[in-house]
Structures are given as structure tokens and as C-alpha cells.
């Protein structure tokens, strides 16, 4: 069974700081990982997809990358803002040909950010 | 453009009655619809898989009888909770698989708040 890290569970930083934020997962078979931006009390806002054959992926200021075989994948936010505190999430998507519905998302339990001005 | 709605954002309803919750895809066509639940600062939990013209698929320990689904159409899930408790209060959100090409992607409702006194 696919299970979903996120670290830190919560983490606050001064606005203009660049931050890290990490997911890990056990089962590396993955078709790809997605993050995910979810706002109090509102449903969730996708990022970033990468596939599994991708190592990064560049939105902005924001940077995904993905190590598949090591079971780990870092988001990693420049020049953070006030605006982008939120809780972020990881998400993975199952291999095809793993048994059952190939589109089931498991995610992590989110990483609450606050940026303070 | 992949907008997907939901219907109630919030209800307050007392124990023992029963709520509808809707899903919609507004600007695509979605023959599969996902309903996931999440309590606070927890992860999203996926009860139950939403195909349009057949039967629902429910993750193991959710109740196909409390958890109503249907997927009439093409655009539209809905999830009833039938004699709700307390214990059903949580945040429901749907999301509905968008298929452009070989791509296969989830877009999120925007949540509904469930709470029954």
C-alpha cells in the first residue's frame, strides 16, 4: 500500500526566503506526482505535475523535482511571499498496471507554510 | 479552462437526515468523478470512485450504503450521506478526470463543508 510523506508538518519562514519543501513515498512505482496548493477551508489548486520520467518541472517560482527510485520529490519555493501561505500537498498516481483504478491519487498530509511579511 | 464545481460549499444539517452534495464539470465531459473526504489537518482520503452509467467503486471501510453515489451524466456526481451524524462532519471534495489525448488528469471542486449537529 502506497503510503505519502510530507515534511515538515508545518513550517513558517520571514517573507524573501527560498524554502524546500518534501514529500516521500514507499511504493517507487509511480506514473507521476503531482503537488498541490490548498487554501483554508477551499478544494485544492494544482502546481506542478511531473511525470515519472521527469526529473523536474519549473512553474515560476516554483521548482518540482522528482527522484523516483529513492522515493522522494522536493518542491522547492523562491523568494516566498505572503501569498503563498498555504497548505501545500503530495500527491502520487499509481503505475499503470498496478492493480485496481490507475488514476487513484494518494496523498500526503500537506505541509502548512506561512510566510510572514 | 477543466473548472469543476460543487454544490453545497457549506450545509448544516441535524443527525439522522440526509444530504446531497454535487459535483459538476463545467467546460469538459468526465465519465469518471472521485469523492474524497478530509478531516482537519489530515490528508485527503479517496472513498469512492464515480462511474457515469454504472455502479460506484468504494474504497475498503467506506459504507456503500451511507455514502450514496451517482453519476448520471457526463458532467454531473452526485454524493448523498444518509442519516448523517456527527461523526460524517467533515470536508468533501470531488474531483473529475479530464481526458485530452493520452493525458489524464484530476481537477479538484472547490470543497463542501458538512457539519451536522
Known amino acids: 500500500k502506497q503510503e505519502v510523506t510530507q515534511i515538515p508538518a508545518a513550517l513558517s519562514v520571514p517573507e524573501g526566503e527560498n524554502l524546500v519543501l518534501n514529500c516521500s513515498f514507499t511504493?517507487?512505482?509511480?506514473?507521476?506526482l503531482q503537488w498541490f496548493r490548498q487554501d483554508p477551508g477551499k478544494g485544492l489548486t494544482s502546481l506542478l505535475l511531473?511525470?515519472?520520467?521527469?526529473r523536474e518541472q519549473t512553474s515560476g517560482r516554483l521548482n518540482a523535482s522528482l527522484d523516483k527510485s529513492s522515493g522522494r520529490s522536493t518542491l522547492y519555493i523562491a523568494a516566498s511571499q505572503p501569498g503563498d501561505s498555504a497548505t501545500y500537498l503530495c500527491?502520487?498516481?499509481?503505475?499503470?498496471?498496478?492493480?485496481?483504478?490507475?488514476?487513484?491519487?494518494?496523498f500526503g498530509k500537506g505541509t502548512l507554510l506561512t510566510v510572514n511579511p | 479552462g477543466a473548472v469543476v464545481s460543487q454544490h453545497p460549499s457549506w450545509v448544516i444539517c441535524k443527525s439522522g437526515t440526509s444530504v446531497k452534495i454535487e459535483c459538476r464539470s463545467l467546460d469538459f465531459q468526465a465519465t469518471t468523478m472521485f469523492w474524497y473526504r478530509q478531516f482537519p489537518k489530515q490528508s485527503l482520503m479517496l472513498m469512492a470512485t464515480?462511474?457515469?452509467?454504472?455502479?460506484?467503486?468504494?474504497e475498503q471501510g467506506v459504507e456503500k450504503d451511507k455514502f450514496l453515489i451517482n453519476h448520471a451524466s457526463l458532467t454531473l456526481s452526485t454524493l448523498t450521506v444518509t442519516s448523517a451524524h456527527p461523526e460524517d462532519s467533515s470536508f468533501y471534495i470531488c474531483?473529475?478526470?479530464?481526458?485530452?489525448?493520452?493525458?489524464?488528469?484530476?481537477?479538484f471542486g472547490p470543497g463542501t463543508r458538512l457539519t451536522v449537529t
Open positions: 500527491a502520487v498516481r499509481p503505475a499503470t498496471n498496478s492493480g485496481g483504478s490507475n488514476y487513484k491519487l494518494t
Open positions: 511531473i511525470q515519472s520520467s521527469q
Open positions: 511504493d517507487s512505482a509511480i506514473y507521476n
Open positions: 464515480s462511474n457515469e452509467g454504472s455502479k460506484a467503486t468504494y
Open positions: 474531483s473529475a478526470l479530464r481526458r485530452a489525448g493520452t493525458q489524464r488528469e484530476q481537477y
